[in-house]
């Protein structure tokens, strides 16, 4: 069946541009996580949807970042006024059950950002 | 909070030899584990999670990972690697609650030499 899909794989923007990603999840799966993946940083946790409302955006970096998801389904995580900093793979996860111990997550292939 | 140290950020092993890539964890209750592997330029694949049931834990391509309390590690271990092996390997901690997202540890390379 099909994976989860993410939208661009990559993109390249000039300091300062706005710049949306997107994430397409597992059809059913409730739970949606937006990752970054720096050569600075590892990998970290951003932001996690249950259904269309984000309980938990403790990841987020700055006030420039924020996500929505509609319809319980796709997500947008919009970048305003990018900093060069901000170039990173950024990867989406969906998952069917959160909150339940060893509840796998299923991951996109991630877009990779570089900011000029 | 969780936490997860991989002890080796790259391993380079002999096509045929075993694979061993080192993980501690950190948490203040019973964890949930996961090893994850990244291919280059493909997205991150379960390799196997830790579920209590058993601490000797089987997963995918033949990887196993051993979760032992006492020492507080969750290693990932293979008896014979395979030049198709060679890829990033994360070791990862879930904080258990509501939104059950993941912390991963800094990744270990392994390169499967012939």
């Known amino acids: 069946g099909a994976g989860v899909s993410q939208s661009p794989s990559n993109k390249v923007t000039e300091k300062g541009k706005d710049v949306e990603l997107r994430c397409d999840p597992i059809s059913g799966h409730t739970a949606l996580y937006w990752y970054r993946q720096s050569l600075g940083q590892g990998l970290e946790f951003l932001i996690y949807?249950?259904?269309?409302?984000?309980?938990?955006k403790s990841g987020l970096p700055s006030d420039r970042f924020s996500a929505e998801r509609t319809g319980g389904s796709v997500s947008t995580l919009t970048i305003q006024r990018t900093q060069q900093e901000d170039s990173a793979v950024y990867l989406c996860?969906?998952?069917?059950?959160?909150?339940?111990?060893?509840?796998?997550?299923?991951f996109g292939p991630g877009t990779r950002l570089t900011v000029l | 909070a969780q936490s997860v140290t991989q002890l080796d950020s790259h391993v380079s092993v002999s096509e045929g030899t075993p694979v061993l890539l080192r993980c501690n964890y950190s948490s203040s209750y019973s964890p949930s584990l996961f090893w994850y592997v990244q291919h280059p330029n493909k997205g991150l694949q379960l390799l196997l999670k830790?579920?209590?049931?058993?601490?000797l834990v089987k997963g995918i391509n033949g990887f196993e990972a051993e979760f032992k309390k006492s020492e507080t590690s969750f290693h990932l271990t293979k008896p014979s690697a395979h030049m198709s092996d060679a890829a990033e390997y994360f070791c990862?901690?879930?904080?258990?609650?509501?939104?059950?997202?993941?912390?991963f540890g800094t990744g270990t390379r392994l390169q499967v030499t012939l």
């Open positions: 830790y579920t209590s049931a058993a601490t």
């Open positions: 996860a969906s998952s069917p059950y959160p909150g339940l111990l060893y509840n796998e997550q299923f």
């Open positions: 990862v901690v879930s904080d258990g609650g509501t939104a059950s997202k993941l912390t």
């Open positions: 949807f249950q259904g269309n409302s984000a309980p938990d």
